[in-house]
């Protein structure tokens, strides 16, 4: 039998972002105990352009650009835009003084969490199920029990694809929040 979802998909999901909160917990931590909380402040400008690194996948996707493999780029996505997340959350601290780049961190959050279900649930689960539904039918299991069978691991699907829609709304929300925040700290910052 096949193992659920939950168990081989959600997990490890869960676990990337774990991991990205955590490091960014942790970073934070050393930064403030060895009193370099200026790092954080300059790894904004990094973060920012590992973000930015990682589009060209999105491009390919889109047909905007028509070189690269996308499959390399698409690991390359995941990678530069889960890394510049991380310097983005040390980079943002614990901090609070401007609400602006506080939404433009919750809507890199929300987009890392789209981004994650889209690598970890919806391709893995699309294989899954179907093979499941494959091996079910094998077994001779009529069209109503295989319905019944997969009945949870197919809405754990469709929750999926719906979720996976805010990826490109929120990436142009978080890209004005960020710009606005970035535009704002060249114009009146002073960097102490
Ligand atoms: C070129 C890129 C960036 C530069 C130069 C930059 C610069 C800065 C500076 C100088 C501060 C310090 C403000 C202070 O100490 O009071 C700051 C704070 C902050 N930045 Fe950035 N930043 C960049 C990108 C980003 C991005 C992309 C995000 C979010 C997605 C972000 C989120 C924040 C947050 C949440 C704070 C703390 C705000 C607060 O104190 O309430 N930054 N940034």
New binding site residues.
């Given amino acids: 039998m096949n193992p659920s979802l939950f168990r081989t998909q959600i997990i490890p999901f869960v676990e990337m972002f774990i991991l990205l909160i955590m490091l960014a917990i942790i970073a934070d931590f050393l930064l403030h105990q060895l009193d370099m909380v200026w790092i954080g402040?300059y790894l904004?400008?990094p973060?920012?352009l590992l973000?930015l690194l990682s589009f060209p996948y999105s491009l390919r996707k889109r047909k905007l650009i028509h070189s690269g493999h996308p499959k390399l780029l698409l690991s390359l996505h995941e990678l530069l835009a889960w890394g510049g997340a991380l310097m983005?959350l040390v980079?943002?601290?614990i901090?609070?003084?401007?609400i602006l780049?506080?939404l433009?961190?919750i809507?890199?959050l929300i987009n890392v969490i789209s981004g994650l279900t889209g690598k970890f649930l919806l391709e893995k689960s699309r294989y899954q199920l179907s093979s499941k539904k494959e091996q079910l039918s094998q077994q001779g299991l009529s069209e109503s029990a295989i319905e019944k069978e997969i009945f949870w691991d197919a809405l754990t699907l469709e929750t999926i694809k719906k979720w996976r829609a805010v990826h490109f709304p929120i990436t142009l929300a978080?890209g004005i929040?960020?710009l606005s925040?970035?535009f704002s700290?060249?114009l009146f910052?002073q960097?102490r």
């Fill in positions: 402040r904004g400008i973060g920012t973000i983005i980079h943002a601290g901090h609070f003084y401007a780049p506080w433009a961190v809507a890199m978080f929040l960020a925040h970035i700290i060249f910052w960097w």
